[in-house]
Nanobody
Framework: VQLQAYGGGSVRSGDSLRLSCAAS????????MGWFRQTPGKEREFVAS????????FYSDSVKGRFTISRSNAKNTLYLLMNSLKPEDTAVYYC?????????????????WGQGTELTVSS
């Protein structure tokens, strides 16, 4: 599966933005997906995950209540709606596909990674 994340940019604190991730493979509709983020000098951090049918979602505590992960299996696309953005959300965001169909917070269960899209939130 090839993944391409896009939609990042430069916004101000309190703004909203939606990231998208296009998948090249029809197996997307059977695959659990996730979003991670990384800043220079830090390890990659789990952000959100969604099961194959959207029925189960997980969020990190740092984004819970502000971010919403969703998917369109008809469009082979994963989304991350980010509201009430904060400067600490600044990072490169990556979408990823798991080895199975379920949502998971464990990075070792993710098999495919896309190129990231950069988000900068200024105060």
């Amino acid at each position: 599966v090839q993944l391409q994340a896009y939609g990042g940019g430069s916004v101000r604190s309190g703004d909203s933005l939606r990231l998208s991730c296009a998948a090249s493979d029809r197996t997307f509709s059977n695959t659990g997906m996730g979003w991670f983020r990384q800043t220079p000098g830090k390890e990659r951090e789990f952000v959100a995950s969604i099961s194959w049918n959207g029925g189960v979602t997980f969020y990190s505590d740092s984004v819970k209540g502000r971010f919403t992960i969703s998917r369109s299996n008809a469009k082979n696309t994963l989304y991350l709606l980010m509201n009430s953005l904060k400067p600490e959300d600044t990072a490169v965001y990556y979408c990823s596909a798991t080895q199975g169909s379920q949502a998971t917070m464990n990075s070792y269960e993710y098999e495919y990674w896309g190129q990231g899209t950069e988000l900068t939130v200024s105060s």
